[in-house]
């Protein structure tokens, strides 16, 4: 018995060795490898020490600034987008006839891509757009509206083409939380809000605790949105402009990688905070899926 045991454990174990080692292979040549050698090169600067590229970042008036400029960008887009999404998705946790409709029409902007979504705006928001002419119609603005080329352009197309990212991941995990929870709270007294409040949230903490993270790190990374509707060399001049220009403009492609360090190390410690207050906000079982 324990020859046909062995005989029968094999086969599942070499299966699962064939899809682990090509998945270790992936992950090292795909991400672990191009950050040891971004963080190496970072170390080997054209002139001086070994941590001359972080202390130019950090001593030149127009890089620095960067970090400040892309985080009040990305965070403000990160909370409007899990903010919207959240009470959109708890909605529709049910299923109704018009719940496929509904959210085919809210993922819409994926399939339209960052340039797409860019010339949308320059269309229909830019001074010369449609809404600038409606609102001077009807006499609520004098003027032309600018959404666009600012602060603003960026920050709308960051909402739009990151909002169906953050509400398909909310709504995924809303729909797993078992509805039979809510319905013996609702018998024992307990009201919607006191439902949301007392059931959902604390069972929805981990999942909007990583679609916040998640969903920041696609708004920290934003690139073409503050090329094409910002101002590049203002007021949207976030930290990857400042990494592209010394790539492909300086051609100091060791200032680049130090740049991409800083930009991720930014990334990771806000992750990190967001992930810690999800501990502080609730401790305890967080399944409460169907089945």
Known sequence: MAASADTYARPAFDRTLLLVVPAAVFMLLLFVYPFLYGLQLSFRPKEGGLLW??????????????????????????????????????????????????????????????????????????????????????????????LTHNYWGVLISLVISGFPFAFLLILSYITGIDPVLARAAATLGAGPGAQFRHIYLPLLAPGLAMCFCLAFVQAFSVFPSAVLLGAPAGPTRVISIAAYEAAFEQYDYSLASAIAMVMGFVQLVIVAAVLGMRRVFYRGPVSGGKG
């Open 53 to 146: 590229n972080y202390i130019h970042f950090f001593t030149t008036d127009n890089l620095w600034p960067t970090i400040g400029i892309t985080l009040k960008l990305a965070l403000p887009a990160t909370l409007i987008n899990v903010g919207l999404a959240l009470p959109i998705a708890y909605k529709m946790r049910v299923k109704t006839r018009y719940q496929r409709v509904v959210t085919t029409l809210l993922v819409v902007p994926i399939t339209l891509g960052t340039v797409l979504i860019a010339e949308g705006m320059l269309l229909y928001f830019g001074p010369k757009g449609w809404l600038s002419h409606f609102l001077q119609l009807i006499h609520l603005y004098d003027g032309p509206i600018r």
